[in-house]
T-cell receptor, first 113, second 112 residues
Framework: EAAVTQSPRNKVAVTGGKVTLSCNQT?????MYWYRQDTGHGLRLIHY???????EKGDIPDGYKASRPSQENFSLILELATPSQTSVYFC????????????FGPGTRLLVL | GEKVEQHESTLSVREGDSAVINCTYT??????FPWYKQEAGKGLHFVID?????DRKQSQRLIVLLDKKAKRFSLHITATQPEDSAIYFC???????????FGIGTRVLVRP
């Protein structure tokens, strides 16, 4: 099965600080995604990527940047963290040419104080 | 854009009974509908999907039904077992097929 890992698994940050969440996938999928999960909202798409060097805005990109330096790695960057960004963040990878199924990482729990 | 509504926020069923989760979507061009399971403290795990060229799909105890006219799809968990207790998410692709929109999740509790 596809393997998606995330680091860190837990993070406490201060308001105004910079936070970088990392994601790595070993299944050679072209597409990667960042979501946040909040009670009452399900999963919402922040940014996604079609391959190395590509980043696209999802449904809620404000306050977030993304970076895809390689096929395997996709980072989510909060330049100026705010308490409203306290959430659980999930990374996923998928190959739309092969069943469209997305494979998720274990999540990163972020608390912004 | 696509909107997916998941109608049951919680379901409590007795072990051995069936659980049914219903979702509706808005984009008539959506063609792919996966379901995911999330156990406590973990990420989402793919369980079953259905494409718009069929109206029923079964994988062991899981059945997915799709009604394109009503823009409705449902997950049936038959002969439920304690390990089926989890949060289940439905999702649908957008018309371009490159993004998934998720429902808010249904917490299923299987009682002994």
């Amino acid at each position: 099965e596809a393997a998606v890992t995330q680091s860190p698994r837990n993070k406490v940050a201060v308001t105004g600080g910079k936070v970088t969440l990392s994601c790595n996938q070993t299944n050679n999928h072209n597409n990667m995604y960042w979501y946040r999960q909040d009670t009452g909202h399900g999963l919402r798409l922040i940014h996604y990527s079609y391959g190395a060097g590509s980043t696209e805005k999802g449904d809620i990109p404000d306050g977030y940047k993304a970076s895809r330096p390689s096929q395997e790695n996709f980072s989510l960057i909060l330049e100026l963290a705010t308490p409203s960004q306290t959430s659980v963040y999930f990374c996923a990878s998928g190959d739309p040419g092969n069943q469209d199924t997305q494979y998720f990482g274990p999540g990163t729990r972020l608390l912004v104080l | 854009g696509e909107k997916v509504e998941q109608h049951e926020s919680t379901l409590s069923v007795r072990e051995g009974d069936s659980a049914v989760i219903n979702c509706t979507y808005t984009d008539t061009a959506s063609s792919y509908f996966p379901w995911y399971k999330q156990e406590a403290g973990k990420g989402l795990h793919f369980v079953i999907d259905i494409r718009s060229n069929v109206d029923r799909k079964q994988s062991q105890r899981l059945i997915v039904l799709l009604d394109k006219k009503a823009k409705r799809f449902s997950l049936h968990i038959t002969a439920t077992q304690p390990e089926d207790s989890a949060i289940y998410f439905c999702a649908a692709t957008n018309s371009a097929g490159n993004k998934l929109t998720f429902g808010i999740g249904t917490r299923v509790l299987v009682r002994p």
